[in-house]
């Protein structure tokens, strides 16, 4: 499961970004903005294109994550952004139920307030867990 969040802003200017080439879905602004805003606490690497956006990877107190970002098709201007966090987990992890992505799981939590803290992103949200 991974923790979904969802704001508007106007702030990053998609069409700076790299060309995505499996799937042109813009996004990666947001994880070059994490990537600067995150140090020196966590260090954020550099992001790659994804078929259903861009991705980085962090690593928080031993444990492993996933920063997911898309962003909405739009001619330009104020667009939802999608950051969704996903925490890495052994396949016996999986299997026995163990070291699941919660609600208030810390690595996710810092990179929510981080959102939360910038003023030019409008309804900041966290999406409901399935």
Not at 26 to 46: I, M, T, Y
Request: proline share 5%; net charge negative; hydrophobic share 35%.
């Amino acid at each position: 499961m991974a923790h979904v969040i969802r704001f508007r802003t106007d702030k990053f200017d998609v069409s700076k970004e790299r060309p995505n080439p499996i799937n042109p879905i813009p996004g990666e602004s947001l994880l070059l903005w994490l990537r600067e805003r995150a140090l020196p606490d966590v260090a954020v690497s550099e992001s790659d294109a994804e078929d259903w956006g861009w991705y980085s990877s962090v690593e928080w107190k031993g444990r492993s994550y996933m920063l997911g970002s898309s962003a909405s098709e739009g001619d330009s201007g104020d667009r939802e952004w999608i950051l969704q966090i996903e925490k890495h987990r052994s396949v016996t992890e999986k299997l026995l139920g163990r070291a699941k992505m919660t609600k208030d799981d810390e690595c996710a939590q810092y990179f929510q307030r981080l959102l939360e803290s910038e003023a030019t992103f409008k309804g900041v949200s966290v999406d409901p867990e399935p």
